[in-house]
């Protein structure tokens, strides 16, 4: 069943504040499931602002009753609601959806689950997306694709989406299950779609209804009582903060008041912003607390933190090391440790800082403890080693492990680095030794609370550029790409230069992968605008000289000038051949561009020409063209150039909407004459898949009209006409006069070039021919300027 209601329109609110807010709910997603590996767009979100890990929801914990309580705040003694079966509320609470609404906001809803639509009123939402085929997991992903086209299309003020997957996956298979844990990384996949949609400045609230145990989530156990709520939003909410306590019931005030509307008076919740603590302050408080405790050994759990980071430190251990050193101990105070500390202290405070902190810090913490249990069966004289309070928690921790166990423990991608912190671990408990205070640690704490995206195992393992994966002499891989699964990051080290990734396969194989800081050859777009010109003539290369700084600025700046190339017809294919090949079009290896009096196209007339790329018709579209001044016109007839990628970066942030379908809508163009019948269909602007724009295509003259069917011309003409009012601005774009013997080389993909009119009895003659950026760029590589 599908239901999709058009947009209507709204009232404009009072309120002068004004935000996009987008809020997110993934059914029967638990907190323990979360870490920084198998959710990395969720919780790079979280350190971008603030999270509660550990919400708990409402009693029952059940999809229906608790979104309800999440849309509306108020708990399901007061809706009515305890089921899944959809019946009228005893509340008259509106939905932050209808509060919305009433402060004049446009909302919109995507939900593939029928019965959540039943709790949302009516003229709740201005757009309506409702989708149930069942248990469908494929419908998260049609939701998400329609609620991007509602974001980016930026009509709407608030956007609410259900994602289902995680929940059917534990009802089907398990809570613990593979296949439940594949949902959750589809799941943060979706999520990721739809946040890299939005952009960094919408604001941003992520939650879930309940965990789960088994096959269900009617036991009111905190594995499934406990939830999470995740808060972006910039100027709002500080990174890398967090609340204590959160509940359903804080959803809607909190995205009212990210909104700029206030509460109703109705909701039993209250917003959560203005709440938050600094992670980092969070963590040094809670390893402070540990001062007061020794848990049966000699020294203070704060000492033994200390003492086990110093000897990491010493002993060249790196950041991520010193850092679960200093942690391993942390639940011992999150939980309700005895005399000899809390057995499952390793879990809890693994548990608490995965969503947070890297693998590489969390699971030696989560397995140094069974490390010890390990030792002990492996090594008999281990058990004496330990100190008193040590061995007897380890009677509480279960002994030394069993054959199988201990095997399994081994075979662990984290075994070596619980082995190693455990050693640290048992060395750190010496009395009056003297090592660096606990605020020492914290810009390191801070380094490793930035909301930076983890490193993929697989990436890292294809971007190794050690000689047993790359070939030294060309740089080609020497693996296959089949080796690229199956890999875990266990521990990374940077350097200015280096980025170092240890990687556990689970064949039990390890490798070190060496990745340059700079990517291979980067030769990054630099943009220019008018006061370019000068640079330009001033950073003219001559013909006889080096040719490096030519090749180099045309690589980066997608325009370069030469000069002393004297006035010789055909020099412009030797200029070609030398610092690329000559590309032969139906125009010839060579044309000439001057006024004929029977032109077949507008370049050979003396009339101006606007702004536009050559060749937009051919499939590839030439990429460098080069043109080779003969004879310049006394009286008009200069050279206007413009950055294309500025161009269109102005089109983005001027206008979002515009650059939007401009770089959505495909266009013919067409050249057909002298027997040829040209024909290539792109986008006038076209963006890399990391949204960055590659390319631009803006010719007037051969561009075919949309169809007459297309619903969206009257957006489309809009858009072009913006983009050519902007090309044509006095504040975009150089001017410059070719002088005799000066040769202009620029990438046809970036900068588009014109030309001033000149009267039909000036001689101005340019000779021009095409060459592929792919030669320039290598030229630049090897001259060493792009490496």
């Known amino acids: 069943m599908a239901h999709c209601a058009a947009p209507r329109p709204y009232s404009a ?149 259900y994602l289902v997957r995680p929940d059917l996956a534990g009802h089907a298979y398990g809570w613990d299950s593979a296949e439940y844990a594949a949902a959750v990384t589809r799941s943060d996949r979706e999520l990721a779609r739809l946040l890299d949609a939005a952009g960094p400045e919408v604001a941003v609230l992520v939650t879930t209804d309940h965990g789960g145990l088994g096959t269900g989530h009617a036991d009111k156990v905190s594995d499934v009582m406990e939830t999470f709520i995740v808060v972006r939003a ?16 804080d959803v809607a005030p909190t995205v009212a008041d990210l909104c700029g509307f206030g509460p109703d008076p109705r909701w039993e919740g209250s917003s959560l912003l203005g709440r938050e603590l600094p992670l980092v302050e969070v963590v040094l408080d809670l390893l402070a607390a540990m001062a007061q405790e020794t848990y049966g050994e000699r020294v203070t759990m704060l000492d033994h933190a200390l003492q086990s980071a110093a000897l990491a430190s010493a002993d ?31 879990e809890v405070g693994a548990r608490a800082l995965q969503p947070v902190l890297s693998p590489a810090i969390v699971e030696p913490i989560r397995g140094h403890v069974t490390a010890k249990r390990y030792r002990v069966a492996v090594e008999p004289a281990y058990h004496d080693r330990l100190s008193v309070a040590s061995r007897m928690s380890l009677v509480q921790q279960g002994g030394p492990l069993a054959a199988g166990d201990a095997e399994a423990f081994a075979a662990g991608a984290f075994a070596a680095e619980a082995m190693r912190l455990r050693g640290y671990d048992d060395g750190g408990k010496v009395d009056d030794l003297v090592v660096p205070a606990l605020e020492t640690y914290r810009g390191l704490i801070a380094a490793a609370l930035k909301p930076e995206h983890p490193i993929d195992p697989s990436w890292a393992r294809d971007a190794c550029r050690c000689t047993s994966c790359r070939d030294p002499g060309n740089g080609q891989h020497l693996i296959d790409a089949s080796v690229l699964e199956g890999w875990t990051v266990v521990r990374t080290d940077r350097t200015s230069d280096e980025l170092t990734v240890t990687l556990h396969h689970r064949s039990g194989e390890r490798h070190v992968c060496r990745i340059p800081a700079a990517g291979p050859g980067d030769l990054p777009a630099e943009p220019w605008g008018p006061a370019f010109a000068e640079q330009l003539r001033a950073g003219s290369t001559s013909w006889t000289g080096d040719h490096g700084p030519l090749v180099d600025q045309l690589a980066r700046r997608g325009i370069a000038l030469l000069h002393d190339c004297g006035v010789e017809p055909g020099t412009v294919l030797e200029v070609g051949n030398t610092i690329g090949f000559v590309r032969e079009t139906n125009y010839g290896a060579l044309f000439d561009v001057v006024a004929e009096p029977d032109p077949v196209n507008l370049a050979f007339t003396p009339l101006a020409l606007p702004a536009h790329t050559d060749n937009p018709y051919r499939e590839p579209c030439p990429t460098v063209q080069l043109l080779h001044c003969l004879a310049a016109a006394n009286d008009g007839g200069s050279s206007r150039f413009v950055d294309g990628f500025a161009a269109a970066e102005m089109l983005r942030a001027e206008d979002p909407a515009a650059f939007g379908t401009l770089t959505t809508t495909d266009v013919t163009f067409r050249y057909r ?42 957006t489309f003409y809009r858009a072009y006409r913006t983009l050519v009012d902007l090309l044509d601005r006095d504040d975009v774009g150089i001017e410059i006069t070719l002088r005799p013997g000066e040769l202009v080389a620029f990438d046809n993909r970036r900068v588009l070039h014109g030309r001033r009119a000149f009267p039909v009895t000036e001689r101005r003659h340019l000779q021009g021919c095409y060459i592929d950026i792919d030669a320039i760029r290598s030229a630049a590589r090897l001259a060493g300027t792009g490496r």
């Open 13 to 161: 609110g009072t309120t002068a504040s004004r935000s996009v807010v987008l809020v997110v709910s993934i059914d029967g997603l638990a907190p323990r499931h979360i870490t920084r590996a198998t959710m990395p767009a969720l919780t790079t979100l979280a350190l971008e602002g603030a999270s509660c890990f550990t919400a708990r929801t409402v009693i029952p914990p059940t999809t229906l009753p608790v979104h309800t309580s999440m849309l509306r705040s108020v708990d399901p003694s007061t809706h009515g609601l305890y089921s899944n079966t959809p019946a009228p509320l005893h509340t008259d609470a509106p939905s932050f959806l209808q509060a919305a609404r009433s402060a004049g906001r446009s909302t919109a809803v995507f939900i593939n689950w029928l019965p959540l639509d039943a709790v949302i009123e009516r003229e709740a939402a201005v757009q309506r997306f409702v989708i149930d085929g069942g248990y469908d997991p494929d419908e998260d992903r049609r939701c998400v694709d329609a609620a991007i086209a509602a974001v980016t299309g930026g009509c709407c003020d608030v956007v609410f989406v």
């Open 234 to 249: 910039p100027g709002r909410v500080a990174a890398g903060s967090g609340w204590p306590a959160a509940s359903p019931l």
């Open 316 to 346: 060249g251990a790196g950041d991520e090391m010193m850092l679960a050193c200093l942690l391993h101990d942390l639940g011992h105070v999150l939980g309700r440790a005895s005399q000899w500390g809390l057995p499952g202290h390793a």
């Open 673 to 714: 004459s002298g027997g040829v019948d040209l024909q290539a269909r792109r986008p006038l602007i076209e963006l890399d898949c990391d949204g960055a724009v590659r390319a631009v295509s803006v010719n007037n003259r051969s561009m075919e009209p949309l169809g007459a069917d297309r619903a969206d011309a009257v």
